[in-house]
């Protein structure tokens, strides 16, 4: 027996050892901010799968490869909800919304899709940017502020 377990009880495992303390994760103050996002690119990719009869029934007669390249989009959209916990996904969604926006030659109202969306995500991606600056600070409930020496002050003032 030279792998691993060589040596420990099968039968008991980590969470039945009496000596053991629950494991405490800490919160994650960015979770309901990656939730929006991956809730508002299902609801953009969902628009963007509506918009198929939309350019089907108006004039500019969308073809087939129109159709897949909606598809297609609406699947990255679905895709990228996967990645928001990376440190790229801002770009990939603006990405994303460039190629919604480029949509604009398959149908008019793809491109308006991709304009609204991009103006959300923008103001999504400006509260996070928010959210992080004021935890920072200290300035969200439940933190305390951190004081700043006022100019003229020496440090051993207080």
């Given at each position: 027996?030279?792998?691993?377990?060589?040596?420990?009880?099968?039968?008991?495992?980590?969470?039945?050892?009496?000596?053991?303390?629950?494991?405490?994760?800490?919160?994650?103050?960015?979770k309901g901010l990656r939730g929006s996002i991956?809730?508002?690119?299902?609801?953009?990719?969902?628009?963007?799968?509506?918009?198929?009869?939309?350019?089907?029934?108006?004039?500019?007669?969308?073809?087939?490869?129109?159709v897949i390249a909606i598809v297609v989009l609406?699947?990255?959209?679905?895709?990228?909800?996967?990645?928001?916990?990376?440190?790229?996904?801002?770009?990939?969604?603006?990405?994303?919304?460039?190629?919604?926006?480029?949509?604009?030659?398959?149908?008019?109202?793809?491109?308006?899709?991709?304009?609204?969306?991009?103006?959300?995500?923008?103001?999504?991606?400006?509260?996070?940017?928010?959210?992080?600056?004021?935890?920072?600070?200290?300035?969200?409930?439940?933190?305390?502020?951190?004081?700043?020496?006022?100019?003229?002050?020496?440090?051993?003032?207080?």
């Amino acid at each position: 027996m030279t792998d691993e377990t060589a040596g420990t009880n099968p039968s008991v495992t980590p969470d039945d050892a009496p000596d053991r303390q629950p494991q405490y994760r800490p919160p994650d103050p960015e979770k309901g901010l990656r939730g929006s996002i991956s809730a508002t690119l299902v609801l953009e990719a969902l628009t963007v799968l509506l918009a198929i009869p939309v350019a089907k029934n108006t004039g500019s007669g969308t073809g087939t490869l129109g159709v897949i390249a909606i598809v297609v989009l609406a699947l990255l959209m679905i895709v990228a909800c996967r990645y928001v916990k990376k440190p790229w996904h801002p770009w990939a969604v603006a990405g994303l919304q460039v190629l919604t926006i480029a949509g604009w030659a398959i149908s008019a109202p793809l491109g308006v899709v991709g304009i609204v969306f991009g103006v959300v995500f923008a103001f999504i991606f400006w509260f996070g940017y928010e959210f992080r600056r004021r935890a920072r600070l200290g300035l969200l409930p439940g933190q305390t502020p951190i004081e700043r020496p006022g100019p003229g002050s020496a440090p051993g003032d207080r």
